[in-house]
């Protein structure tokens, strides 16, 4: 039996994996949610660590609100840094391997072609510099971890975009979504099915990887098949950037290249928009 704790367990991707866990019957897990668990909290982590004897830990929590994180900064990094630094601390004296979640903010946006694990970070807001200090803290005190880098992550469970566009579908008769950030929206399910099937391979594949569903998109793009997917009829305009400023600079442009993850662990990704459909028809159920 292999031992997995799920820190963060009551977001978004927690919440994936545990709606397909029941089908990992090799593999126990042991959630935590952020109240269970402050993983800014070093000898709470440390204490738990010691307690049980995990295999791996899943570090699902984070925070991820990106424009309050212009304001807290010192919170967000509280999280996003230093906890990730607490909980590589307690894997390397448990020997647990870390699989750790980032995010395409670590870059700037300014690329014009697919960024690779070999692209040097340069975050462009608070958030994604907290982001990026926290593969800093994994690299300096780790070997054996996974850190994956996710895009636009959207699923049935918790506040995503998504939701927010159903929501206000049926709320409105007109909306404006950007056209000019271009990136690639990851279902969270997807996500934890190939999280779990890292898990089942058990390798020593360690280091940095990409993964989103395949396709590209903009916002407006990602919007107008969730209204087509959901049948919500809306007048729908794209306009850009500019005119809905927000606190926090958003890449421009943040699709990243698979083609290490799929070399690696040979995987068959879906394209969002198949995903989408999944992932619209499951929200209808809850």
Known sequence: MI??????ANGQ???AIKSIANTEGLISFTYCTSSQLNITDADAILENFRSYDYDYCINCAAYTNVDAAEEY????????????KYLATACKESRTKLIHISTDFVFSGKHSLPYTEFDTPEPASAYGLSKYRGEQEISKHLSDYYIIRTSWLYSEFGHNFMKSMLKLGKERAHLSVVFDQIGSPTYAVDLARFILQ????????????????????????????IFEEADIRIALSPIR??????????????VMDKAKVKASFN????????????????NALL
């Open 13 to 15: 991707l927690g919440s």
């Open 73 to 84: 900064f010192a919170q967000a990094n509280a999280i996003n840094g230093l906890g990730v």
């Open 198 to 225: 890292l898990i089942q391979k058990n390798t020593d594949a360690f280091g940095i990887y990409h993964y989103s569903n395949e396709g590209v998109a903009s916002w407006y793009d990602f919007a107008k098949a």
């Open 267 to 282: 995987l068959q990704i879906p394209h969002w928009r198949d995903s989408l459909i999944e992932a619209v028809k499951n």
């Open 3 to 8: 031992n997995v704790l799920v820190t963060g």
């Open 241 to 254: 950037t500019a005119e809905y400023p927000l606190p926090a600079k958003r890449p421009s442009y943040s």
